[in-house]
């Protein structure tokens, strides 16, 4: 597992709306998920399976309400892991927090 920690001071206390990208090298067929906190415990986002095509791409997900508690171990707030395979590259990891929650029914 690679462990992220978000600055509090600029994400706050409070859990909120945001987007994580996940820019990472299609490599060797492996999967992985990220798993981070919110106000009802740990949750795991879909999973995400690599093909082996040698090209970056970037995983994009929509968590409604994440919270940095630092629930991970020594105070991390979330976390990539590998659920099978062997490698995972990453090459860079973005949040972007939404001033409200997204409708995915609009």
Request: hydrophobic content about 40%; glycine content about 8%; overall charge neutral.
């Amino acid at each position: 597992s690679i462990y992220f920690k978000v600055y509090e001071t600029w994400f706050g206390s409070e859990a909120q709306p945001i987007l994580l990208f996940v820019t990472f090298l299609d490599g060797p067929k492996c999967t992985w998920c990220v798993e981070y906190d919110t106000p009802g415990g740990v949750v795991q986002s879909p999973s995400v399976t690599t093909n082996n095509t040698g090209k970056w791409k970037t995983a994009i997900f929509y968590i409604p309400s994440f919270r940095c508690s630092g629930s991970f171990p020594q105070g991390m707030n979330f976390r990539i892991t590998l659920l099978s395979g062997f490698d995972l590259v990453v090459h860079m990891v973005r949040i972007v927090k939404l001033s409200e929650e997204l409708s995915l029914n609009k």
